[in-house]
Nanobody
Framework: VTLVESGGGSVQAGGSLRLSCAVS????????VAWFRQGPGKEREFLAR????????YYADSVKGRFTISRDNAKNTVYLQMNSLKPEDTAVYYC?????????????????WGQGTQVTVSS
């Protein structure tokens, strides 16, 4: 499985961005795709995940209500819509895929990772 993120960039606080994660390769029925981020000097943080087949979603409390994860199975693409962005959202954003048996909110549950895309939010 190969993942390629796009859509990062610079935006002012209060603005929006939509990240895309193009997924290629063999996707098993129990696969989920997630978004994580890693800010400067911080650990990689779980944001949201979506089950590939059912579309079931799960969010970290820190982004619930501001970020929305979705998928387009026909395009093999997962999106992360980010609204009301804050300077503290500045980070490299990664998508990841794996066969998930639990909540899917831990880095260790994901086998495949993209290269990341930078998001910078200025005040």
């Amino acid at each position: 499985v190969t993942l390629v993120e796009s859509g990062g960039g610079s935006v002012q606080a209060g603005g929006s961005l939509r990240l895309s994660c193009a997924v290629s390769g063999t996707i098993l029925s129990s696969t989920a795709v997630a978004w994580f981020r890693q800010g400067p000097g911080k650990e990689r943080e779980f944001l949201a995940r979506i089950a590939w087949n059912s579309g079931n979603t799960y969010y970290a409390d820190s982004v619930k209500g501001r970020f929305t994860i979705s998928r387009d199975n026909a395009k093999n693409t997962v999106y992360l819509q980010m609204n009301s962005l804050k300077p503290e959202d500045t980070a490299v954003y990664y998508c990841a895929a794996g066969v998930i048996l639990g909540l899917g909110n831990r880095r260790s549950e994901y086998t495949y990772w993209g290269q990341g895309t930078q998001v910078t939010v200025s005040s």
